[in-house]
């Protein structure tokens, strides 16, 4: 019931995130083919912010 008006929803939708490539969006398109929706993200815009700058110095960064 619910995952066709999410697909709808992000229909278009660029997505941006720490290791959406890794984890978000393999989980979303399992999720959408578990349960027979349509959901392609090939046309779409995707930063990862994960590659560039790993977990450990967001860290750092945020403790004095």
Known sequence: ???PRVARFL???DFA???VLHFDLPM???EFRRVGVP???KEREVQDTGPALPFIALV???VP
């Open 28 to 30: 979303l398109e399992a």
């Open 60 to 62: 750092a960064m945020a």
């Open 1 to 3: 019931k619910v995952a």
């Open 17 to 19: 995130g720490y290791n």
């Open 39 to 41: 959901f392609d993200v």
């Open 11 to 13: 229909e278009g939708c």
